[in-house]
T-cell receptor
Framework: DADVTQTPRNRITKTGKRIMLECSQT?????MYWYRQDPGLGLRLIYY???????NKGEISDGYSVSRQAQAKFSLSLESAIPNQTALYFC??????????FGPGTRLTVL | KNQVEQSPQSLIILEGKNCTLQ??????????LRWYKQDTGRGPVSLTI?????NTKSNGRYTATLDADTKQSSLHITASQLSDSASYIC???????????FGRGTSLIVHP
């Protein structure tokens, strides 16, 4: 079984809709991250969490919110999706050696 | 501001040939540097980690180097295979921070 899972894997939605991307992990790591990836721009940090009560904004948090329901679960929400949020979204965990373990990604298209 | 620059942005080589990817960083204080491989449609996976005291580290056909004085790293791929086609991302961790700095990646295409 995959250590970091993301659902859904693909999603097409319309402008203005609320959407939630979910991430679960079985690695037992406290640190979890949400990134978006756009062609030519690389991975950019949206939000990160070091435990259930510690949630922080990344460099591009506007238009997004997160929830850390448990050590194993970290969800990303788009309250009112817009077309420029079309991207590939990755959830990741991080171990004490700073290695990040990524999920398979969610491809989101906002029409 | 911490930054990681990678070159080239993209690279096309023939199967069996060698290639070298470059990474320059301005991250302080430096903790470690990792190279990740990202296959199309998948999440990145760590290939190697370099700490301050390490100059060279190999992982099969992948060899990473680190020059902490000039703040440069390279990833050398020997005898390339079609499966090496991927994006290679340089990531630098800063001491005391759990937020690594990512380069934008080098897209490598290996042609038969």
């Amino acid at each position: 079984d995959a250590d970091v899972t993301q659902t859904p894997r693909n999603r097409i939605t319309k402008t203005g809709k609320r959407i939630m991307l979910e991430c679960s992990q079985t690695k037992g790591h406290d640190r979890m991250y949400w990134y978006r990836q756009d062609p030519g721009l690389g991975l950019r940090l949206i939000y990160y969490s070091f435990d259930v009560k510690d949630i922080n904004k990344g460099e591009i948090s506007d238009g997004y919110s997160v929830s850390r329901q448990a050590q194993a679960k970290f969800s990303l929400s788009l309250e009112s999706a817009i077309p420029n949020q079309t991207a590939l979204y990755f959830c990741a965990t991080q171990d004490r050696g700073d290695e990040q373990f990524f999920g398979p990604g969610t491809r989101l298209t906002v029409l | 501001k911490n930054q990681v620059e990678q070159s080239p942005q993209s690279l096309i080589i023939l199967e069996g040939k060698n290639c070298t990817l470059q990474c320059n960083y301005t991250v302080s204080p430096f903790s470690n540097l990792r190279w990740y491989k990202q296959d199309t449609g998948r999440g990145p996976v760590s290939l190697t980690i370099m700490t301050f005291s390490e100059n060279t580290k190999s992982n099969g056909r992948y060899t990473a180097t680190l020059d902490a004085d000039t703040k440069q790293s390279s990833l050398h791929i020997t005898a390339s295979q079609l499966s090496d086609s991927a994006s290679y991302i340089c990531v630098v961790a800063s001491g005391g921070s759990y937020i690594p700095t990512f380069g934008r990646g080098t897209s490598l295409i290996v042609h038969p």
